[in-house]
């Protein structure tokens, strides 16, 4: 906890002038909005997700995430930032701009309620398991495990489940923040951290994450 009370006094700075980087503004009127998402309109809708994402939401595809028991918050906050062009992606951009607070609100709470991909089993990765655990205070990076969960299940709001995630995916993801192409992290989170990870360490932690249960 010292670790990410010391994170936080290093990036306040950036926190004070940084303006938001999401179109999401999360007030209770917003959560409400999610949180009462309609999951049987959102099972209708996913059918055409089902191509990339999987049937289930657990994607076969090494670049492509699966959504299965994603926070529903989550998952609507990209696919609003999709939609207005604080997030790009070839394919998902122009699907996202098609769909309606309410269909975005539907997907979100039906993949939040499919079962989660499980974590598969490989490697030791002792210095990724250090990092989600310990973190590392010589770099004022801390631990993993205090966003996104003991368990890698996330955390309220805009932190995402990462446990049995893509690990080409998370790799990628977390390539985009440290180089900035992806910038839709609220005031500059998941940049600062990126930014001091080696494209080694960020292997590592994606095939950890993917194994985790």
């Known amino acids: ?123 030791q990765l002792a210095k990724a398991e250090k990092m989600v655990e310990e973190g590392d205070g010589k770099r004022i990076l801390p631990p993993c495990f205090v966003c996104h969960g003991a368990n890698g299940q996330g955390e309220k709001l805009d932190i995402p489940a990462l446990s049995g995630q893509r690990a080409d995916y998370l790799a990628k993801t977390l390539l985009e923040y440290k180089t900035g192409q992806r910038h839709n992290d609220i005031y500059s989170r998941m940049r600062l951290i990126a930014q001091q990870l080696s494209e080694t360490e960020i292997k590592d932690l994606a095939q950890y994450y993917q194994q985790s249960k």
């Not at 936080?8 to 980087?21: D, E, G, M, Q, R």
């Not at 999401?22 to 007030?27: G, L, N, Y």
């Not at 959102?42 to 028991?69: D, F, R």
């Open 1 to 123: 906890m010292k670790t990410f009370i010391l994170f936080l006094a290093f990036i306040a700075p950036t926190v004070v002038f940084a303006a938001s980087s999401s179109s999401i503004a999360w007030t209770p009127e917003t959560l409400n909005f999610v949180k009462h998402g309609n999951a049987e309109k959102g099972k209708e809708l996913a059918q055409t997700c089902a191509a990339c994402h999987g049937e289930e939401g657990v994607s076969a595809m090494p670049e492509t995430p699966s959504l299965a028991g994603q926070l529903a918050t989550y998952t609507y906050k990209e696919l609003r930032d999709y939609a207005s062009d604080q997030r790009s992606h070839p394919v998902m951009t122009s699907i996202a701009k098609g769909l309606s607070d309410q269909d975005a609100a539907d997907l979100a709470v039906w993949f939040a309620s499919l079962k989660p991909a499980v974590g598969e089993a490989g490697k």
